[in-house]
């Protein structure tokens, strides 16, 4: 009887024999195809994934691609890591989600109190944009003041207050109104009012916003290494800078290391460039591709929120399926410091060996890194990222370098379509995989012409 119940059920569940034919059935039920908007113009040839193991995933016609966006940076190990699925596997068996407290919340944080310098005190959250909208809460409920410092081209989630028209535009020209875009149709635009934007690493402007707006600024949030477009790091004296005005104008340090954190060593950005926040932002390397955030600060940083002035809410925010995955990851990153010597190595190899075949190929681009993220990009004309992403999107070839991913796509090496979105290494991905993979894009680099 449960047999015949379960049949109809399982009756239309279609079988697609290609990507696209598995992608147009999916369309059917999942509007656009995607449950994210940024996935949109990832695939621009259809690829459906079967399964993914270590660096690799394998689409729903048999075919292994290496990947070098493993999830959009969350996989530091790999994906399937044998020690997580185990983790998680246990978890289910003794209850995934209570609404109560848990031992491994204890254990998770103390983790992560460990491991990132800044930090004594966490709260976790389901997403980056949760942790960061309700940071930026914090900080304004702590100082009193409402307006918020950003960076150009830094994505801090698509919360209301913080998503503004931003890199997808850098290769048009800049908008003629200095009122700040909304960054997707149904936002609503007064929303923006309270959020003030500078250039990343403009030294001159990041002081000419405090001298007009520092005693009314409450928070600064930045990515330390900005990489969401382009990796871009700190400039000398950016952060010393950075957190001198805001400690002589009493506003708030917000470091958002969803990207950077534990990716760029143990103790992420923070710890790489000797510079403590106020708040931290945590997110992707710390769930292995388990949907969880956390953000954290010292005591006195989250004293509104120990004792429930402040709020923070969230039915599945620190659900213990999520939790174990932080105390499983962050466990085996404290015992393994030097896989971050491994991924320093991987990612200097690959630079040189992707430098060393754009030269011998004569072909302008940019190769920019730091440690185990990397952003590659083919290009009109010579260009740096000293102006920043926007000025050097004018010289990328987005065509171009979106023909050398569908190229590459087919000879099984996956990377994002956009010439402004980052690579990730795994310490799956071996010396021989990057050998492969610099083969093959200098193999797909010989069908693309330049565009004019």
């Known amino acids: 009887m449960v047999q015949s119940l379960m049949q109809p059920a399982t009756a239309h569940v279609q079988t697609a024999?290609?990507?696209?034919?598995?992608?147009?059935?999916?369309?059917?039920?999942?509007?656009?195809?995607?449950?994210?908007?940024?996935?949109a113009h990832a695939i621009p040839v259809p690829l459906v994934v079967q399964r993914a193991e270590g660096d690799?995933?394998?689409?729903?016609?048999?075919?292994?691609?290496?990947?070098?966006?493993m999830g959009y940076g969350p996989h530091l190990f790999g994906y399937a890591d044998p020690e997580l699925s185990a983790a998680l596997a246990r978890q289910l068996t003794e209850g995934a989600m209570t609404g109560l407290p848990h031992r491994v919340d204890q254990e998770a944080g103390e983790l992560i109190a460990r491991l990132v310098p800044s930090v004594e005190q966490v709260r976790f959250a389901n997403s980056g944009t949760e942790a960061i909208t309700s940071a930026l809460r914090l900080a304004r409920a702590a100082t009193g003041r409402t307006e918020v410092l950003t960076f150009d081209g830094h994505y801090h989630g698509w919360s209301e207050t913080v998503l503004r028209a931003g890199k997808a535009n850098f290769h048009e020209p800049a908008p003629d109104s200095t009122a700040p875009q909304p960054g997707a149709l149904g936002m609503i635009p007064e929303a923006l009012a309270h959020t003030l934007q500078v250039p990343w690493n403009d030294l001159p402007a990041l002081r000419a916003v405090f001298e007009a707006h520092g005693d009314q600024i409450a928070a600064v949030i930045c990515e330390p290494v900005m990489a969401n477009a382009c990796v871009v790091p700190p400039a000398p004296g950016q952060f010393e800078e950075l957190r001198a005005l805001c400690d002589r104008w009493g506003a708030w340090l917000i470091f958002d290391e969803v990207i950077t954190g534990f990716r760029l060593g143990r103790g992420g950005a923070q710890e790489r460039y000797g510079?403590?926040?106020?708040?931290?932002?945590?997110?992707?390397?710390?769930?292995?591709?388990?949907?969880?955030?956390?953000?954290?600060?010292?005591?006195?940083a989250m004293a509104m929120l120990a004792d429930h002035r402040a709020m923070h809410l969230g039915v599945y925010a620190g659900n213990h399926l999520s939790v174990r995955a932080v105390a499983t990851m962050l466990g085996k990153i404290e015992r393994s410091p030097e896989i971050y010597e491994q991924l320093e190595q991987h990612g200097a190899y690959l630079e040189q060996r992707l430098r060393a075949m754009f030269?011998?190929?004569?072909?302008?681009?940019?190769?920019?890194?730091?440690?185990?993220?990397?952003?590659?990009?083919?290009?009109?004309?010579?260009?740096?990222?000293?102006?920043?992403?926007?000025?050097?999107?004018?010289?990328?070839?987005?065509s171009a370098h979106r023909a050398l991913q569908i190229r590459a796509q087919q000879r099984g090496v996956y990377f994002h379509p956009s010439p402004i979105e980052p690579w990730f290494l795994s310490t799956a991905h071996s010396a021989e995989d990057l050998d492969h993979v610099v083969a093959v894009v200098r193999d797909a680099l010989d069908s693309v012409p330049e565009s004019r």
């Open 17 to 39: 024999t290609t990507n696209g034919e598995q992608l147009a059935s999916i369309r059917e039920v999942i509007a656009g195809g995607v449950s994210s908007s940024m996935r």
């Open 56 to 69: 690799r995933i394998w689409d729903v016609e048999g075919r292994e691609l290496i990947d070098l966006n």
């Open 275 to 300: 510079v403590t926040p106020d708040l931290t932002v945590l997110s992707k390397v710390m769930g292995g591709g388990v949907p969880v955030a956390a953000f954290g600060g010292s005591r006195s």
């Open 359 to 398: 030269a011998e190929a004569n072909r302008p681009a940019l190769v920019s890194r730091v440690g185990s993220l990397l952003s590659v990009s083919l290009l009109h004309r010579p260009t740096d990222l000293s102006r920043g992403p926007r000025a050097a999107a004018r010289a990328m070839d987005f």
